[in-house]
């Protein structure tokens, strides 16, 4: 039995494991949910995840997991193959602080739900707000990207040489940047990191333009 994704082809959180799962060369389930047509408000997906958010994964004992970050860190642990997280304890800990620097103070706070709610349907309003989040959230996380750099752990990814997980949460979140018109200028260190990222087979094969769910494909 093969563990089975559910996700949506423009959804960060869901890119993010697409990406691992490609890294390690997991073959997988891929379930596509809508939610422009709000299918993950449906009753059948409720059944799957109560909360009613992407992406959800299914283990290959049938059991659910749901928050994108403990996905990962699953995946590490059962598929420990082309490792995501050094194995200096020190360097591990990084890793997951850019994780949760991510996925905690920046992804959320730009998230289409709390945007639309924020600027009432106005689409200007939604876009400021999105842009100045993830702005916030970038210059913070450039300064912590460069002082790591500097300080313990040089190199041309998020940390060192190696891919991580916190790669496969900067690439969607860059893609979030670019949808919402951030500029780049003052952040030339997650430029290029996400340049080269963007260079690989398995980022390339995880990219939402690549999914059977886009719409250039349906």
Not at 76 to 89: G, Q
Not at 135 to 141: N, P, Q, V, W
Not at 197 to 216: C, G, K, R
């Amino acid at each position: 039995m093969r563990p089975t994704l559910y996700g949506y082809y423009s959804s960060s959180a869901t890119w993010r494991l697409r990406a691992m799962l490609e890294w390690k060369r997991i073959e997988y389930e891929y379930h596509p949910i809508n939610m422009a047509t709000f299918e993950h408000c449906g009753e059948a997906f409720r059944k799957v995840n109560p909360s009613m958010k992407l992406p959800a994964f299914i283990t290959t004992d049938g059991n659910v997991l749901t928050q994108s970050v403990a996905i990962l860190e699953y995946i590490e642990e059962v598929y420990p193959e082309r490792p995501c997280l050094p194995s200096d304890p020190f360097k591990r800990a990084h890793v997951r602080e850019i994780c949760n620097e991510i996925a905690c103070d920046i992804q959320p706070l730009q998230n289409s739900a709390l945007a639309d709610e924020i600027s009432g349907g106005d689409m200007e309003k939604r876009n400021e707000w999105g842009r100045d989040r993830i702005t916030r959230g970038f210059k913070s996380l450039e300064a912590k990207l460069n002082e790591a750099k500097r300080s313990h752990t040089p190199g041309k990814y998020c940390v060192g040489d190696n891919v991580t997980m916190a790669d496969f949460l900067l690439v969607p979140q860059a893609r979030n940047a670019k949808r919402f018109s951030v500029d780049m200028t003052p952040y030339p260190t997650i430029q290029s990191i996400n340049e080269l990222l963007l260079t690989l087979p398995e980022v390339i094969a995880s990219a939402p333009e690549n999914q059977p769910d886009h719409p250039s494909r349906a």
